[in-house]
């Protein structure tokens, strides 16, 4: 399905001898990215708003690749989109804003198998009185378990911040069906889809989400953030730009957003759809080309997945954390382990000689990392495969494992 020789000539990076599987640390980018990054300063790199051609270029440039960014989220109106220098900024400036509409004893809940970019800025309104509960996964399935949401839900929750995929344990959770408990309930929805929009669809409209973010530079881009809001919750909050402006999503990005990034973006979104298959980028085809992008990537690393999957669940001193089996609809291909004896750090030590990148620790998942009891083991090793990496080179890990484990 998916022609590899051609997918890693996309990205000028995987050339250099080096095996990547950070990727949902970050991922490498795109060639056609970094065209249109060079496209945007050589050609329209000024000012908004005024009445010159230049500046009416880039407003234009702008306004459609915002329109196609909707469409990425399937958003309803590109007035939902908000872009930010990172995930982590624009939930805490998402936290800023929405919180003023709460009163003390109003309460939200987070998870512990989230990122603290989706904790701590909810964690930190306790200093205004909002009571904040921690939805804890059943340590035995490592699953967030929706009875326990529902018990901890009452009239006074106004949010529930949940990831979509753990960034450890690459389990894709529920968004769905969380979204329907938490609005049966009257509260709002945020999801961090950081480590799940690399490799499979977003739907907003079909998930009913409030909120959905994901960082654009684990995602074939540049170090880049983007949030969607639903345009009438974006509407009724106070925003955290100059007061006198109040239009969405302006009134959610302080100052100016970076133009050059911003336009680069549908070129990750282009080559998705040529990846499904797609030869014309035609707007109203888009969707579906989306769509067959990432079906193709599912079906491509759920194989790549399963290659390793295979060879640590039968390794006798491995533990995987998450969920030991690689199917597309349960996990994406983000995969952790720990040894019975040797340290996650000693074991990615002495894989940085092989020139693979792995990395260990808690990936910033610290309350998962610490509930799970993994600290004293130096956290998790983790291996984050994208479709851009290939069977062999998950045997010359795996041959690697083998000399190290
Ligand atoms: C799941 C998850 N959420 C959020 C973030 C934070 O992203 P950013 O660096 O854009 O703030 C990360 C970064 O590692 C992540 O893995």
Not at 199 to 227: C, E, L, N
Not at 373 to 397: A, M
Request: with cysteine; aromatic share 8%; proline share 4%.
């Amino acid at each position: 399905m998916i022609d590899i020789d051609w997918v890693r000539q996309q990205f000028p990076a995987l050339q250099q001898n080096m095996v990547f599987m950070d990727n949902a640390g970050g991922s490498q980018t795109l060639k056609s990215v970094m065209n249109r990054i060079t496209q945007y300063l050589t050609e329209c790199d000024v000012q908004l708003g005024a009445s010159y051609a230049t500046s009416a270029d880039a407003g234009g440039r702008l306004h459609e690749a915002t329109e196609a960014l909707a469409e990425w989220f399937n958003a309803a109106h590109m007035e939902e989109i908000v872009v930010g220098g990172s995930t982590t900024q624009l939930l805490r400036n998402l936290s800023l804003c929405i919180s003023q509409q709460w009163q003390p004893g109003d309460e939200v809940i987070i998870t512990n198998s989230d990122h603290e970019a989706n904790m701590a800025c909810w964690r930190d309104l306790q200093k205004q009185g909002i009571v904040v509960k921690t939805w804890r996964i059943n340590p035995n399935t490592l699953q967030l378990d929706i009875d326990a949401l529902k018990a901890m839900m009452s009239e006074r929750t106004r949010l529930v911040a949940v990831t979509h995929a753990s960034n450890i344990l690459g389990t894709i959770n529920p968004i769905q069906e969380i979204a329907d408990t938490v609005h049966q309930h009257g509260a709002l929805i945020c999801v961090d889809g950081v480590a799940y929009v690399p490799h499979r669809p977003i739907d907003v409209r079909a998930w009913d989400v409030d909120f959905y973010t994901f960082s654009t530079y684990k995602t074939f881009g540049p170090h880049q953030a983007i949030m969607y809001g639903k345009l009438a919750v974006l509407e009724a909050m106070p925003g955290i730009n100059h007061g006198f402006i109040k239009t969405v999503p302006y009134k959610l990005q302080p100052g100016n957003f970076n133009f050059e990034l911003t336009y680069a973006l549908p070129a990750i979104m282009d080559y998705l759809m040529d990846l499904g298959g797609s030869t014309q980028p035609a707007v109203n085809k888009r969707r579906d080309g989306l769509l067959a992008g990432y079906a193709a990537i599912a079906h491509y690393e759920e194989k790549l997945a399963g290659q390793l999957l295979d060879y640590l669940n039968d390794h006798p001193k491995v533990r995987i954390i998450g969920c030991p089996q690689a199917d597309k609809q349960l996990r994406v291909s983000t995969i952790s382990f720990v040894h019975r004896s040797l340290s996650s750090q000693d074991i990615v030590t002495r894989m940085d000689t092989y020139n693979i990148g792995i990395r260990y620790g808690d990936f910033y998942a610290v309350e998962l990392i610490d509930d799970l009891g993994l600290r004293e083991k130096e956290g998790v090793v983790r291996v984050s495969l994208v479709h851009y990496n290939t069977p062999t080179e998950v045997e010359k890990l795996i041959q690697a494992f083998e000399a190290i484990l």
